[in-house]
């Protein structure tokens, strides 16, 4: 197993333990080593690098996804749990997504509000 | 004047003080109160709010220019002046930069690393 | 009140009078102050400006959602219908949505064009 | 009949050949001249030219649709029974959408896979 | 000719009369065909449809081009001359891309803007 | 060495043998390990997987970047060169490029043009 793979199972232990298992099932058979890579790649290489802490990580992630618009909601639903996980409150999550207006646009932000409340609470959607 | 307004102007008193002269001096002849707009609107409706730090902020709206794209490297380059100024280390820019290869794409993020470079290394750009 | 909060309400009572309140009761627990804010900036600082009339700013809205993309189709539906009650006709608004072909490509003009039918024919979806 | 419009005809009778009829039961009731237009442009001015073969094109077309994001989930689809139809295989298809984390980064990529598993496996989506 | 290409010609005789020569000497060699496609597909095909005034439709351009990114500044400066070409003031290009900060971002807005200085004020740029 | 980034560096061997040196000495001092992770995740975990032959996967980059707009004008540049090194010919790139009109619009297609100019035709820009 290669550094970056171990490093980037031994974050997600913490943060989302299931969600190798879970990326296996759903697109090994299409893509052979898809979770693998990244697990790898994306926390080994990303998410467990010095130099900036997991919350402000995962928070700048949220950021980047509510700018790049609405279709990414169902990573930034995966990222606002991660983002939980990682010491997040809903308030700071919730600012984070707001200031986007400045930057991916209004509708941009109000399709990440949107995805923040079905996390927050569910079955109470806009 | 607007309290909004008023919030707005403070914050930049520290971050960054000749930004509403400058916007005035070059848009609003054209656009007559974009200085002003921006300044109560992105700063004391966005910037000012309470529930995350200002730090965080930035690093936020970094890691949504570099994913948005190459295209506005020019609002990259303020923002990393304004991170600096309200306390990140360039270690945490360029992480977060970095980071975005993974929701903006490699070019994304190498486009946001040269923008990170000719600030830190004026004179000795890509 | 702000002047641009009063230009903004006085604007909506025309052309949207429900939003802001319809905005406040999905948002503002989550984000205190953001339907107030949608309204001063959005409606007051732009839409409020002299220099074009409203119902070309709004069918310059209908480009821009279309073109942006499919991810914005909700706030297209809701700027499809502040363009007929600032009187474009379905026609305005549907030429505009596929002169977008050209600038956002066809996947982003047959989007806007299915939120269209949604917003002229309710339940004859594509 | 333009050449390009014939040339687009000639092309669709082999890939797809309802698509010009469908198209004109959807749309050309709202914009006249819609189907025909897509045709001659799309596949008698774009699909139809020398120089590349057919299921190259389709590849580089599922790669432009994935990594441009979900919300072209729809014309990805269709665009995947065409690179089929042009004689493409799952795997190739696959394996272009995985590559274009690089490009798009992992959402849009991971929205591409599932574009292809509800066409490969319908009724067995995420 | 085709009918398109022949009310594609007819309308840039009017509003850019040097625009297909200029595409041709710079693309044709490259794209056999090139310029008569734009002019057909994108004059003829668009531009040269009933249903809404050219003036309408060059701001509708204008909007979309600013809102999708700095990157299309090339583009948005063409297409400022053939808005003023098409009747607009100055004024009405200004609002309508200060407008795009509300779906674009304030980074899209500001780089449009920037491009509109330089086709008003040449040599005047920021 | 982990097997992906061996796997990498073989395919660069023929492809760019000077990429990893290049973004080493242009990238690791801020972002240690930059050079290594694009050269093992880009290359040794995309570009070396098998199913699709190198020379379609590198036409899809290149429909991809122009899809995504002018701002990756830098890394199309790259790619183009890639593509050749790849057994493309300078038409295969042409004609993908001018396809991506269809998907991310006129402007972006011409922006691809471009930068394809640029690498065929150095000091005969547009």
Not at 37 to 50: D, I, N, P
Not at 59 to 78: F, R, S
Request: aromatic share 6%; charged share 20%.
């Amino acid at each position: 197993m290669s550094d970056a793979l171990q490093k980037g199972r031994d974050l997600l232990a913490d943060m989302n333990p299931g969600l190798e298992q879970l990326l296996a099932d759903r697109y090994d058979a299409l893509v052979p080593g898809m979770a693998e890579t990244l697990v790898e790649y994306g926390y080994g290489r990303h998410y467990a690098r010095a130099g900036v802490d997991l919350k402000t990580r995962q928070l700048c992630t949220i950021a980047a996804l509510t700018a790049l618009g609405g279709h990414t909601a169902p990573q930034l639903k995966v990222n606002i749990k991660n983002s939980l996980a990682a010491g997040a409150s809903q308030t700071e999550i919730i600012e984070v997504i707001w200031q986007m207006a400045l930057y991916g646009g209004m509708p941009a932000a109000i399709n990440g509000l949107n995805a923040a409340k079905e996390v927050f609470e569910p079955g109470d959607g806009p």
